[in-house]
């Protein structure tokens, strides 16, 4: 009996030995999983912590550069209490309407910002004033004028695809539809419409084939071009040769300023179907902001000692201007002795398409070599000829 008795005993005092051992571990084991636990909620507080500090530091950014714009703010709104009553627009569109001649797209767009100011960004008329400021852009003031329009007419909350060149610098770009035109591809010629109105619907867009029969030109020319230092572009369409004031195209008895000149390969314009290899576009304006372009066709032949100088400091890539140290150029080295003509009236052959410019296309050529046609960075940069649409064309 007693045997079994201290058999019992041990077996009781094993399994409770066990359970004290199994107690152990699961204490052990429960205390381990929360101090892992509390490790993660730790790590988890730092980085909490971490990213608390960040938001403050940028939200603390914030309202630094909030406050920054105030003073802008306070001074756009005084500027606008001030035009409310709508007296200066009244006095300005009178002005407008009192112009003779065409509304130049620096005053188109003044009138857009008087109504901006009078009547808000969401008013019909003042979305005009701009998207016709747009339409208007002139080759002298062309990108300036086009970004501020577009600008204009995105801080109105309108749809507008803005040029890349025009993409504000505070505004994220892909908040914008931004719009590369080119001569090819998805934006090629063919399809410059849809972006620039004008380019598609206009009526007199250039360039055209210049065919007979002719009227008889009643126009003189003259030109009176100075030297001046050699200032050039590569505006990734084409190379661009920006001139100093001072030289002058005569027509008849009205004066135009020379303002640049670039080229196109080949020529925009065609004589009887047939284009030149290249075209010099010398583009001037008068004081009315009216445009004449006078075209010089270079004809493939012997090399040409003004091209050979514009080519060797030629910007190679797109950029934006170069003057060149120590070198002069005169204009007046690619334009003929004859300034007998073909004219009609035309438009711009870049986007916009501006229409009301008037075209004339010198009938003398001026030589340029293969090797310095071939030497031009653009290998085709030209728009193809458009509808005469029942334009006249005079000769002399």
Known sequence: MKKYLRLLIEIVMGLLLAGALAFSYWSYNGKAHAIDELTDVSEGVDETKQELEKVNKELAETKEKAASFEPAA???AAVKGSFENGVVLQDYEAFIKAQKGPVISERQLGLGALRLLTKGAQDPDTIAAYQKALEMAEWSSRLKSICAAQNALVAAGQKV????????AEEPAKEKHVVH???EGEMGPENWGEEFPTCGSGKKQSPLNIVGPFEKSKDVLSVSYKEGPLKMLNNGHT???NVEPGSTLKLNKEVYNLLQFHFHRPSEEQIDGKPMAMVAHFVHKNAEGK???VGVLLNEGKDSEAIKTLWENAPKSEGPEVVVEGVKFNPSSLIPAALTHYHYEGSLTTPPCTEGVQFYILKTTVDISKKQVNEFPFKRNARPVQPANGRVITAN
Do not use: G
């Open 161 to 168: 695809k803005v040029l890349a060149d025009c993409v504000q």
């Open 239 to 241: 190379i661009q040769v």
């Open 74 to 76: 306070r001074e756009l």
């Open 181 to 183: 035109w080119a001569y």
């Open 291 to 293: 445009l004449a372009v």
